[in-house]
Structures are given as C-alpha cells and as structure tokens.
C-alpha cells in the first residue's frame, strides 16, 4: 500500500516529542545539552533547561529508536510495535481460551488494530503500550494456573515495559494483577515477588532518565514542564499549574487550551461524573459497531471470578483517567487484548451461526475499511518549498 499511503508524516507536537525521545536514544543519551540560544526553539512538550529533552517517557521512543536504527525509518519501530502487539494478543487468548478461538481474535487484533488503525499511521503510540498489556494479561492465568517462575518474569515485564510509557496506568495494572491473584495469594507470594524484581529495572531506568533530564532522581519531566510552561494540564483534582517561564505566544496559547479541559478548578463529584459519562463514547474506538452485540452477549452473562475480574478492571481504568482532564485511546492502551478478549468470548457464547455471521461482517469492515491517515498537507508543503532552498 505504500505507492498509494507513504510513511506517515508526523504532524501533532506529541509525535515530535518522541521522536525526540528517539533521536537522543539513538545517540546513547537520555537528555541532550541545552542550546546556547534556547529562546529561539521553544516549542510544545520540549524543555530547554536544564536540558534540551522531551517531556515523555522512553517507551515509544525506544520503540521508534529501534526502527529507526534498523531500518533508518521512525516508523519501522512504529510497524514493530504493532507487529509484536497483534503477536502477543493471540499469546494472551491462549492463557484465556481455546485455540480456534484465540486465533480468531488474533485475527480481529490485525484488522481492528493493524495496519489500517491511527496507532499504525502516526507516532503518539498505542501500540507499545498495548503490547505491554498483553504481557501482564497473558501472565495472570498462566500464573494462576501453574505459577511458574516463567510467567512471573512475563508480569514484572509487562508491567515494567508499561511503566516506561504510561506510569500512572501502571498503577492501574498493578492494582488489577493483584485483584487476579487475591484468591490464590498464599501459594503466589514468590512469583509475586518475582514479577516485582522482574520490574525493577524500569523504575531504575525511569529515575536515571529524570537525574539526567531534570537533574533530579525523583522529578519526572512532566512535572517539570508543568512547572516551567503550565503544561501539560494537571490532574482534575489538583489546581492548574501556573507557568514560570516566560511563554512565547503560541505557548500562550497551548496552555490557554490545556485549561480549557476543564470545566471548573476543582472537580466536584457533579463534574466528574458527567467526564466519566461523557467519555464511554471514546471506547467505540476498541471495537468494530458489530462486535457490540458480542460485547452485550459477555456483560449479559457475567458470571465467574475472572469475568467479573475483567469487568472491574474496566472499571479500574476508567474511573482511574477520568482524573486526566483530556483523553484518547491510547491512554488506556494497556486493556486492547482485554477488549479483544471480550469480543471472542462474547462470539463464543453465540450459536455457531450468528459468530460467523459477525465475523464475517468485520471482515467485511476491515476489506472496506479506509487506511486512518492525517495527511498534514500544509507541513508538507512547507518541508519540500524549505528543501528547495539553496544553502
């Protein structure tokens, strides 16, 4: 398809900011020297002091170094992630289903979320997280059901590879394992012990990122950003960040929109609830509009510990970012093969027929479907009039 749909060109500023993170891995960095003229490259989400950094955490950085490297190209890291995502979503189904069944939702990981989705044709993410959470879902039963050594290793993994792209879903992950394991908790303290250690270089590897781009062990970019240029916008529970830098007026205006977000200083219970409402429309983005019958068919018939578990953990995240003022997909990209999950065993509780009929009919979306590309026309043009410039 590449003739007709090239390599994405990255456009929002969140791309640029990690690709940023990527090119400074990419020369063995977690932080680059600040300019001598930081004034002039002021721009969203990038600090100028006290080093030249971006404000995000290494993971899709890492993930586009890596393409970068091998292929000389940001987005092979970004088709790498989604490779080892649609892989890693039929590992999973395996520790939760049969096998037709879970080859059947690696299939529908592929077309839902392969190479026609937003997530394979641009550079925010998504789909490192969302491999990140296949690990940590595909550990649980396995662990549960044999409590190896092995699947604890896998856990810790996940939940380390997650903590170096979205840390505070992390704790989300954290809380929803050990709501898993609870009832088997006396004979799983050693794994647990083992997948904590299994994590442990995530969070070394996160400090060491903020001693070398904040200065400070425990200070995350982020929160350094939100001190310097008001952004991005804090938590619903926390009053809004003020800036202590001197803001360029585009900068003004980015943090005028971040503000924006929300609807009054302070979240009240009223104000909450009404974002939490609001934004079940988001979750249309997991599935296809004929997998909601399969998703009504799963909630109807809820029953067992691990159905019900999967429905809390839902809860979990949603109640959990409902505390960001804004929200995308992605942020929550850890639950995609839990999504996936659901949509399977919703198939299999049909009668053959109807399964196939649904199937079928996102078959059908997927062969019909139009590649999800933002084609930044205006960039575009701009790069190749500056490229024609002598000099």
């Known amino acids: ?18 690709l940023l993170v990527a090119d400074t891995l990419r020369h063995f960095r977690l932080a680059n020297p600040p300019h001598t ?15 030249y950094s971006s404000i995000y955490p290494i993971g899709q950085g890492l993930a586009l170094a890596i393409g970068w490297t091998l292929f000389g190209n940001p987005w092979a890291g ?30 529908l990981a592929v ?9 394979a044709n641009s550079y925010w993410g998504g789909a490192y997280t969302a491999a990140a959470g296949c690990l940590v879902f595909g550990a649980l039963p396995r662990l549960r059901r044999y409590g190896r050594s092995r699947d604890a290793v896998l856990l810790g993994a996940g939940l380390g590879l997650n903590l170096l792209s979205r840390p505070f879903e992390t704790l989300f992950l ?19 012990m083992i997948a904590a250690l299994a994590a442990l270089p995530a969070l070394g590897i996160t400090a ?15 929160t350094l950003s939100q001190y310097q240029y008001g952004v991005p916008a804090s938590f ?5 960040p003020t800036p202590h830098n001197m803001l360029t007026r585009e900068q003004e205006l980015g943090y005028r929109m971040q503000r924006a977000f929300r609807a009054r200083e302070i979240d009240t219970p009223g104000t909450y609830l009404r974002r939490l409402i609001y934004r079940v429309r988001y979750y249309r983005f997991y599935f296809y509009p004929t997998l909601y019958i399969a998703l009504a068919v799963f909630l109807a018939r809820v029953r067992a510990y691990p159905q019900v578990w999967i429905v809390v953990t839902f809860a979990i995240f949603a109640l959990g970012s409902n505390f960001y003022p ?39 979306q997927f062969a019909l479907s139009p590649i999800d590309l933002r084609v930044p026309e205006r960039r575009i043009e701009v790069s190749r009039e500056l490229a024609a410039i002598p000099g």
């Open 1 to 18: 398809m590449l003739p007709w749909h090239p390599a994405p060109t990255p456009d929002i500023y969140d791309e640029f900011g990690h």
């Open 37 to 51: 003229l930081p004034r002039f490259f002021e721009t969203f989400f990038v600090l100028q002091s006290p080093t």
């Open 78 to 107: 970004v088709l790498l992630s989604v490779a080892a995502f649609s892989g890693l979503c039929y590992w999973m189904l395996r520790g939760w289903t049969s096998p037709s069944w879970a080859l059947a939702g690696g299939v």
């Open 111 to 119: 077309m839902e979320f392969g190479p026609l989705n937003q997530w």
């Open 174 to 192: 954290v809380i929803a394992s050990a709501l898993f394991l609870l009832p088997d908790w006396r004979r799983l303290q050693k794994p647990a």
């Open 208 to 222: 060491l990122q903020n001693k070398q781009v904040t200065g400070s062990w425990t200070t995350l970019p982020y």
């Open 236 to 240: 619903t529970f926390q009053s809004h």
């Open 326 to 364: 804004n929200f995308l997909p992605h942020y929550i990209a850890a639950l995609t093969c839990l999504f996936v999950l659901v949509s399977v065993e919703g198939l299999r509780m049909l009668n053959r027929t109807a399964a196939v009929l649904l199937f079928g009919l996102c078959l059908m």
